[in-house]
């Protein structure tokens, strides 16, 4: 092919990967499955690869990720990106309504209009658009400054790679500049293909976290992977700024953004309540999460003259709607076994809508919990969606308590292999006795081994998990190494590219290091920040094998307890075999070489981070502290040198105030290092 028919073709591929990008993000109606459009992006790639000349910016291939990024910059926003002020009663909407009224009547304007938009439960973000290209993306950060995520955005398929330039009044001289306002989130069905191969501690709870989680990510192939959505609400940078919010959706709309469609011009404070009450039950079938309708006043350019208070605009406020909550009937319990044999009760339930999905399920944590809330089989309960995505039982509707319920009791022998339950003393917990013979325990501990913040082995599902188990292929995590593409290929759903990835991802696994492979190999109360204490105390795995309760306990934030659980560990029959098999596949099975420190800034300083941090990524965070001679620990005692505390932090920020322990915000932080 020539370069004169590799361009046409490259335009017309270009062209029919936006079209089917719109109908499957915005329109929400696909007209290809999944595997044509992939095939559609693999074509394009390839013609890429051969006339490298025509490659631009705004291509789709641009999506894909792979950068790594060690540390988001900050960046300024032009203008203070606010939050709004929330409430939940609409007497509170009706009195703003009322106060912006009178203000507006105070500039001799006429009775104010509002555009009624549902609010999108995701992360506000600006885009920054200069001469038609996406030139930076960032968060909302502290409203002020931001993190530049211009690489993980650039996946997102609704954010334009670039918007046609006109001489229309959306752009000035040559060189100007559009800011868009908007929100990331993640649909519901991404998101619940996100959580179904994570094991079950590793789950995300709602899909604005996952959505936070993943924009910090610092591998933006990985941000890729995760499919996730832009909602844009609001444009900054056209040559009329009176321009009304109703128009500016409609531009933005014009210019290929997603706006969600669903907003409204209320001219009085009734049809701003019908609009409130109208969408109540309506938005629970979006197959997305909203939690409101956010209300502006239209006439933009009353905006400025109104004004704002510290944090939010004077001329804008959020409704949030109350939680879902739904009555049914709990028809049986059923029990399942975790990775360390913790026997969980999940409450059967008489099928019920809520919050736009039929719940049938909700777990009950414990038979403390059971007891705590006094329910019983038969019993009438009231659930609800924290966050709304994760059913619980909130309560039990006792007035209501049919004849013939009865007790909860706690089941003699594991629901899965038949052995033994025990509780050990001080613990709410009851046990699998089983550990090394038990199906659902193997499962859980390979699932652990290979999550996200453990050896992160992509394409090792659940599904596929149980198959190995299931068959006998896998017993533990050492097995996973000896498997070949022929085993692979002959289970269900399988075939010799899937096989093909699993054994990349196997490999690639290899190069994790030391403190990852600590943590995965599931020693109880083991968490990342004691795995690295540990690596530092006992730079191989024979070292750690060897060292006493004692000298254990004797390491900073191990104590006795979690040096007791290590020696239990290493006490199993089953576990030197699995750590051969781990030896034999060449993981990393100790230390490598201290690297050489930044700084000094944080010698001899223990660091807790708690809350969000806007501009860093937990775990970067704390690489940057342990490169500059600092440790990492987990809980706030009177031996913790410094607290950095985000948004929303809790407990933990309590206690550290109580205790006198020093706390810093992000700002100083970033000073420190």
């Known amino acids: 092919m020539d370069s004169v028919k590799a361009k046409r073709e490259v335009e017309r591929l270009r062209g029919e990967i936006d079209r089917h990008n719109r109908l499957y993000y915005v329109d929400a109606r696909p007209v290809i499955s999944d595997f044509e459009f992939d095939k559609l992006l693999e074509r394009l790639i390839e013609l890429e690869k051969e006339f490298p000349e025509l490659v631009t910016p705004d291509s789709p291939t641009q999506r894909v990720g792979g950068e790594i990024t060690k540390i988001f910059p900050a960046v300024v926003h032009k203008e203070p990106m606010l939050s709004l002020s929330n409430t939940y009663s609409i007497d509170e909407v009706a009195d703003f309504y009322h106060r912006v009224e009178k203000l507006v009547e105070a500039e001799g304007g006429q009775l104010p209009e509002f555009v009624a938009e549902l609010k999108f439960d995701g992360v506000a973000i600006s885009l920054l658009y200069r001469d038609g290209l996406l030139v930076r993306g960032a968060t909302r950060g502290d409203g002020t400054r931001g993190d530049d995520i211009t690489s993980n955005l650039r996946t997102i398929p609704t954010v334009p790679l670039s918007i046609p330039v006109s001489a229309g009044p959306l752009f000035g ?316 290929e002959n289970l269900e759903r399988m075939g010799q590219k899937s096989a093909q990835n699993v054994l990349d991802a196997l490999a690639e696994s290899r190069k994790r290091g030391y403190e990852r492979l600590l943590y995965a190999i599931g020693i109880r109360h083991v968490g990342r920040a004691t795995a690295r204490e540990l690596a530092g105390a006992c730079p191989s795995i024979e070292r750690l094998r060897q060292a006493g309760q004692d000298e254990l306990a004797a390491v900073p934030d191990i104590g006795p307890v979690i040096a007791a659980s290590i020696r239990d560990f290493f006490s199993k029959p089953w576990v030197p075999e699995m750590l051969r098999k781990l030896e034999e596949a060449g993981m990393p099975m100790h230390a490598d070489a201290p690297k050489a420190l930044v700084n000094s800034n944080f010698e001899g300083l223990s660091v807790i981070f708690t809350g969000g941090l806007q501009r860093h990524d937990r775990q970067a965070a704390s690489e940057l502290v342990l490169e500059r001679g600092g440790r990492i620990v987990t809980s706030v005692s009177k031996k913790t040198g410094l607290v950095v505390a985000g948004s929303d932090a809790g407990s933990k920020l309590d206690k550290a105030l109580k205790l006198g322990v020093k706390v810093i915000g992000e700002d100083e932080f970033e000073g420190m290092l």
Not at 316 to 335: E, G
Not at 379 to 402: A, N, Q, W
Not at 464 to 483: C, N, S, W
């Open 173 to 488: 001289a040559q060189g100007s500049e559009v800011e868009v306002r908007g929100e990331v989130f993640m649909r519901k069905e991404d998101f619940e293909k996100l959580n179904e191969d994570r094991t079950e501690e590793d789950r995300f709870a709602n899909p604005r976290n996952a959505t936070a989680g993943t924009l910090k990510l610092q591998d933006s192939a990985e941000v890729a992977r995760r499919k996730m959505s832009f909602v844009a609400y609001f444009v900054n940078g056209l040559d009329d700024q009176s321009m009304s919010q109703f128009s500016r959706l409609r531009r933005l709309e014009a210019l290929g953004f997603m706006t969600g469609g669903h907003y409204r011009l209320c001219r009085n404070m009734d049809e701003i309540a019908a609009f409130i009450g109208e969408w109540s039950e309506k938005r629970l079938k979006l197959p997305y999460e909203t939690d409101g309708v956010v209300l502006k006043l239209n006439d933009a350019s009353l905006w400025d003259r109104l004004g704002a208070t510290a944090k939010s605009p004077r001329w804008a406020i959020a409704y949030k709607y109350p939680a879902q909550q739904a009555r049914t009937v709990l028809k049986s319990v059923v029990f399942q076994v975790g990775r360390l044999g913790t026997i969980t009760p999940v409450a059967e339930l008489k099928p019920v809508k809520l919050a736009g999905s039929t719940v049938s399920r909700s777990t009950l944590h414990n038979f403390d919990e059971i007891e705590r809330l006094g329910v019983r089989l038969g019993d009438h309960v009231m659930i609800e969606k924290s966050g709304e995505v994760i059913p619980k039982v909130v309560s039990v509707l006792l007035d209501e308590r049919p004849p013939g319920t009865a007790t909860i009791e706690v089941p003699e022998t594991c629901p899965d292999c038949g052995a033994k339950l025990d509780r050990p003393e001080g613990e709410v917990s009851w046990y699998c006795s089983n550990e090394a013979g038990c199906p659902a325990q193997k499962t859980g501990r390979i699932l652990h081994f290979s999550s996200r913040n453990a050896m992160d082995i992509q394409n090792l599902g659940a599904s596929l998990v149980e198959q190995l188990v299931r068959r006998e292929l896998v017993g533990d995590p050492g097995d996973l190494y000896r498997l070949s593409r022929e085993q692979l």
